[in-house]
């Protein structure tokens, strides 16, 4: 497959286009609505590998933040993760059932809880079906949506996401290009 180049006037209309209805309605649906989250259950955090499309890198200081404030009320948002799939997801490593979808600095914030205290190491996750998430783009666009939900992403984060579409052939088919 080649590689599509994400010009700059592309990546500007992605940013624009996520201020439109269109886009916002994507994030109210995806984002916070959990009708999508099969269940909550609770796994071992050594079980779950980290994929992020969307970071650039997690940020210390706010995953130091949860790290204390899930010392005393515990984690309010658990992050949602799916089950590895065959065909699908390569180069999984040993022991690793699950790969984790949204919530990357919580899902940090709790392995150093568990490296502490290894009676934290299970925790609970919401658990997505491999029906609702069929491949790589529709994790990414769940990712979009949760973090641009909460605070708007960074330029270079969103270009991000938008070349790892562009490279898979799926971005102009969801509408976002």
Known sequence: MSRKTLKATDLANIVAQTTKSKAVNTI????????????????????????????????????????EEFATIGVQQMPTVRKVQKGRDIDIPNGIEYILVNGAHRFEAMRIRAKADPSL???????????????????????????????????????????????KGNFASKGLL
């Open 28 to 67: 109210g649906k995806i984002g916070s609505n959990d009708s999508d989250i099969d269940k909550v259950i609770p796994l071992n955090i050594n079980k779950i590998m980290v994929r992020n499309f969307a970071r650039i890198k997690n940020r210390s200081d706010l995953i130091d933040r949860m790290v």
């Open 121 to 167: 190491a299970i925790q609970e996750f919401k658990l997505i079906s491999s029906s609702k998430s069929k491949n790589d783009i529709d994790d990414i666009e769940r990712q979009f949506s949760e973090n641009n939900t909460r605070a708007s992403m960074h330029l270079v984060e969103i270009g991000r996401l938008a070349q790892f579409c562009l490279d």
